[in-house]
């Protein structure tokens, strides 16, 4: 079943205790992101990957890092989390995020609730 | 940048009841996603519907991409059709590298 999972789902830390959200995907996709959900703010890109070891911000990079080493995932590293980084996360990939026609869309994992205390 | 506008923001219904979402978008666009987040935070992937009319069992939607507008259709509503739908088009300008949501129209259906 083509699918994008993120791993843990649930997560509950501390302060500047550094963690890692991993995502993979099964469909050979080119392009992953990432994107946190906030009340009041909707969804922000936090980084994207357009290939291996290929890697740019989105709109809200601050205080997240990200590799792409491999095709099929994408981890998200928080090295020092802090409570306004508590949110909902998602990853996404594409075939081609450019593309007019179906390899443009979109698939999001289920999303991984973090809080941080 | 792209500015997304969806109507209206909430929309209550009883079950069986009809409904039309409406998503607004300010530029041309070459591709449209429809999302429906459920109350477990989920983000379901609808349609992709750049132009034309897609149908989907009790769902359907419809981009008019000359007029930048696009519509979801929701038929005979049941309880689980409930909550936060999306509409998202790729961002222009430096290459369609994310997409652009619009704030979503929160529905509720009551039984």
């Known amino acids: 079943e083509a699918q994008v999972t993120q791993n843990p789902r649930y997560l509950i830390t501390v302060t500047g205790k550094k963690l890692t959200v991993t995502c993979s995907q099964n469909?050979?996709?080119?392009?992953m992101s990432w994107y946190r959900q906030d009340p009041g703010l909707g969804l922000r890109q936090i980084y994207y990957?357009?290939?291996?070891?290929?890697?740019d911000k989105g709109d809200v990079p601050e205080g997240y890092k990200v590799s792409r080493k491999e095709k099929r995932n994408f981890p998200l590293i928080l090295e020092s989390p802090s409570p306004n980084q508590t949110s909902l996360y998602f990853c996404?990939?594409?075939?081609?995020?450019?593309?007019?026609?179906?390899?443009?869309?979109?698939?999001f994992g289920p999303g991984t609730r973090l809080l941080v205390l | 940048g792209i500015q997304v506008e969806q109507s209206p923001p909430d929309l209550i219904l009883q079950e069986g009841a009809n409904s039309t979402l409406r998503c607004n978008f300010s530029?041309?666009?070459?591709?449209l996603q429809w999302f429906h987040q459920n109350p477990w935070g989920q983000l379901i992937n609808l349609f992709y519907?750049?132009?034309g009319t897609k149908q989907n069992g009790r769902l359907s939607a419809t981009t008019v991409a000359t007029e930048r507008y696009s519509l979801l259709y929701i038929s005979s509503s049941q309880t689980t059709d409930s909550g936060v739908y999306f509409c998202a088009v790729p961002h222009r300008g430096q290459g369609a590298q994310k997409l652009v949501f619009g704030q979503g129209t929160r529905l509720t259906i009551n039984p």
């Open positions: 990957s357009m290939n291996v070891e290929v890697t």
């Open positions: 519907i750049p132009s």
């Open positions: 996404a990939s594409s075939l081609d995020p450019r593309a007019g026609g179906t390899g443009g869309t979109q698939y």
């Open positions: 530029d041309s666009v070459n591709n």
């Open positions: 469909m050979n996709h080119e392009y």
